[in-house]
């Protein structure tokens, strides 16, 4: 009865001349809310379970963010000179939980955008003051420092880490925490390498380090290791589907290029067609 109500309340271009629904009547039909896939009020804050592994849930991500470039004649907000962090404002808005930020060095630790880049320091205290407001639910910062050509530079980033963010970060390390538990913190997970990336511009491996690059990366380590005694630091690894582990007591982050995830997807789905 209410799915011949609906249809009598329709119009065209929803039914055609006998009565019947269209393609866009019948696509508008199974679209309503009373044929969604899921519960509408799974769809309210607060209706989930959210006290499981943080490994448990997907979580909205963020990669390739892009600064859109505006009209000069543009008189909005959003073409306000100092506009730089729009991108990150309008992603928090829009409920993104994981930010993936790859850093360079020039005069100041910087993130590189699609067309741009912003100061990595004002980046992380727009997380700190603005990242929590609408959601409380924890922010996943993934810090790429391969493109960083000095060992030092890779370093420096735990202190402005700890500096900008400071009780914002989560501190435990010893199990993976639910989303509950890290309500309000940010969680940093070291992005395990450049080559994960192949759309960034890298330079080449014999620029970034000669004789005492070995010396210089024991440095890098043992900063990040002095760290993670202040805040939790997870390690990423490319994922590997044929012996995938962790020691325990250690959380560690897989990564996977997005072709070859896209690549398993087909292959997944194909099967299932089969």
């Known amino acids: ?31 309503v809310q009373e044929n969604s896939a899921i519960r509408p009020e799974l769809c309210q804050p607060g209706s989930c379970d959210m ?9 909205a991500t963020s990669h390739h963010i892009i600064l859109e470039t505006l009209d000069e004649t543009d008189c909005s907000p959003m073409a306000e000179e100092g506009n730089d962090l729009e991108p990150f404002t309008r992603l928090l808005q829009e409920g993104c939980r994981c930010f993936s930020l790859a850093l360079v060095e020039a005069t100041e630790l910087q993130v590189v955008l699609q067309n741009k880049r ?41 202190e402005v880490v700890f500096d900008k963010l400071g009780d914002r970060l989560w501190r435990s390390s010893a199990e993976m925490p639910s989303p509950e538990e890290a309500k309000g913190h940010v969680v940093v997970v070291l992005a395990p390498g450049c080559d994960m990336d192949p759309g960034l511009d890298l330079k080449p491996k014999l620029e970034r380090g000669g004789v005492g690059s070995t010396v210089e990366d024991s ?18 690894q490319v994922f590997d589907r044929t012996f995938a582990q962790k020691l325990p007591g250690e959380i560690t982050v897989g990564f996977l290029p997005s072709d ?15």
Do not use: N
């Open 118 to 158: 912003v100061s990595f320091a004002d980046v992380l205290e727009l997380l700190a003051v603005a990242g929590f407001q609408q959601c409380e639910y924890p922010i996943v910062l993934v810090l790429s420092l391969q493109q960083l050509a000095l060992p030092r530079q890779r370093g420096e980033v735990a």
């Open 1 to 31: 009865e209410a799915a011949a109500s609906q249809l009598k309340a329709m119009d065209c271009p929803y039914i055609d001349s006998d009565g019947h629904l269209t393609l866009a009547g019948l696509s508008t039909s199974l679209c």
């Open 219 to 236: 440095e890098v380590v043992e900063a990040w290791q002095e760290a993670a005694k202040r805040f939790a630091v997870w390690c990423g």
């Open 51 to 59: 006290t499981r592994p943080m490994k448990d849930y997907w979580i």
């Open 260 to 274: 070859e995830l896209r690549s398993l997807a087909e292959f997944k789905q194909q099967s299932m067609l089969e």
